[in-house]
């Protein structure tokens, strides 16, 4: 993040700004319309900056720019298309730390002007860094068209009956589940809409008089394997609405960064020969935080029923009377593969595919050997880069051929993920040689995956590692999140 995101208050604060033309025009309404005292610096004005100054709504205090003028302004901005006056501007600021920003010149701002949504008191800024501004307006002009217009009658009403409702609901969680139910009321909504103030602050007094009793719960969410963009819809909602997020070693960190801010971020993550929290605490964690009367979400990579141990922690909840509920995710055997090019099942190589673990429990079932290795048929091993020799070895002993092609992908559906190609007799060597946390793949469509994998991957020298090139779907990530529909998610910060 190259930029902190902050509103700034400037109503009676001085901002000097240098131009007098077009452009600085266009930035001084916009400071006028937050109650700056604006000094302007010009040779000469724009004729409805002239009207402003014979108003006295601005003061055109010179007509060149000198270094005393910035003593005691919050804010400076230069808007002339003189650029060595334009730096000299920006060098004098800086050199007394005053924020300045020069127009349409990134490298001499300290800061930059967002492209704005205004639902006042609600505001929404969007800012390519400064890099992008065309491209900052086109998100504001979508985002425009989907956000209702009622937003700031009801955040008036929320902040004319905060104090009452921090009076009626002394904790945080129950304020907060107030407002989340008020602002989804589909009856509240349609009065706020209708400029009907009075009546939309009658319904609020009457929910006022409801109680809302803390009621823990906890949602297992699969983030998927890697790539944001593979987050469903509904798991990126239930991140919004947690309290605390206990999540695994396999969670991205874009996919961490979409948890409320204000969410307690806990990590529970297992790793063979690392650091790990046993299973035991992760219960008990669950337990303690939904016993609080906390919303918490168990946030497992790929899906939370397929080697996530899931099942497990719902039991534990079941036994304890916690309500759950379960949001599916992509698991790595999907997402991996389809990043990676190799499709699980072919007419012609693959009719069916299965899914094993590496690491079974020592008292566990021996896994079916003669089963696992039937020709036409896929396998992919979770967690099983430590027994590749093993897994080789008994899968030709029981009758797969030594040539059978297999993969191992390392960092699946990540910017970063490589896929390893050889055949079965090279799988332990493969898997060392892999990036962990790793994936393997064996069987017949793995032949398929050089001509398959997006945009043509290349092998790398000699060593069958091929650099996985796709295109990552981060970009529709903007496109999910202002797709939510108007429920609690949308507005639970507004209040």
Not at 82 to 98: G, I, P
Not at 445 to 452: D, G
Request: proline letters at 4%; a neutral charge; charged letters at 20%.
């Amino acid at each position: 993040m190259d930029y902190l995101p902050i509103f700034v208050d400037l109503k009676h604060r001085p901002v000097l700004v240098v131009g007098g033309g077009h452009v600085a025009l266009r930035k001084i309404e916009a400071l006028l319309k937050v109650g700056a005292q604006v000094n302007v610096v010009a040779a000469k004005l724009h004729r409805t900056l002239q009207q402003l100054a014979e108003q006295r709504q601005i003061v055109w205090i010179a007509q060149t720019f000198a270094a005393e003028q910035l003593q005691q302004v919050y804010l400076v901005i230069a808007a002339t298309d003189d650029s060595t006056l334009n730096h000299q501007v920006f060098l004098t600021a800086e050199a007394q730390q005053r924020l300045v920003n020069v127009v349409d010149d990134q490298p001499r701002c300290s800061y930059i002007f967002p492209s704005i949504i205004d639902r006042s008191p609600v505001q929404i800024a969007i800012s390519s860094g400064g890099t992008a501004p065309v491209l900052a307006r086109l998100l504001r002009e979508k985002l425009e068209a989907l956000l209702p217009q009622n937003l700031g009658v009801m955040a008036q009403i929320s902040g004319r009956w905060r104090d009452k409702v921090k009076v009626r609901f002394a904790q945080l969680t129950q304020r907060r589940r107030f407002w989340e139910n008020l602002f989804t009321n589909q009856e509240f909504q349609r009065l706020s809409e209708n400029q009907q103030q009075q009546q939309a602050e009658q319904l609020l007094q009457q929910q006022l008089q409801r109680d809302f009793p803390i009621r823990g719960e906890v949602a297992l969410v699969g983030a998927g394997p890697g790539d944001a963009g593979l987050l469903t819809l509904k798991g990126l909602q239930t991140l919004q609405q947690a309290d605390v997020v206990l999540y695994d070693a396999l969670v991205s960190e874009p996919i961490l960064e979409l948890v409320r801010r204000d969410a307690d971020k806990v990590f529970v993550g297992k790793r063979a020969g690392k650091h790990s929290v046993a299973q035991q605490d992760t219960n008990r964690l669950l337990l303690h935080y939904a016993q609080q009367g906390k919303r918490v979400v168990r946030l497992k990579g790929g899906d939370p029923f397929v080697f996530g141990r899931g099942g497990e922690e719902l039991e534990v909840l079941k036994a304890a009377g916690i309500p759950f509920s379960v949001v599916p995710g992509i698991t790595a055997a999907l997402g991996a593969t389809a990043y990676a090019g190799i499709p699980l099942t072919h007419r012609d190589y693959a009719q069916t595919a299965m899914f094993i673990t590496g690491h079974c429990q020592p008292d566990g079932k021996a896994l079916q050997w003669q089963t696992l290795a039937q020709g036409n048929q896929t396998l992919v091993v979770y967690m099983g880069t430590i027994k590749a020799a093993e897994l080789s070895r008994q899968l030709q002993a029981h009758g797969r051929r030594a040539d059978t092609p297999v993969a191992v992908i390392s960092h699946g559906t990540l910017p970063q993920q490589k896929v390893r190609s050889g055949k079965l007799s090279e799988l332990a060597q493969l898997a060392e040689d892999a990036e962990k946390p790793a994936l393997i793949v064996i069987g017949e469509v793995v032949a398929l995956q050089p001509h398959l994998a997006w945009f043509g991957e290349q092998p790398d020298d000699q060593s069958g590692e091929r650099n996985a090139q796709f295109v990552s779907t981060h970009d529709t990530l903007w496109q999910t999140a202002v797709s939510l529909p108007p429920n609690r998610e949308s507005w639970q910060n507004v209040a």
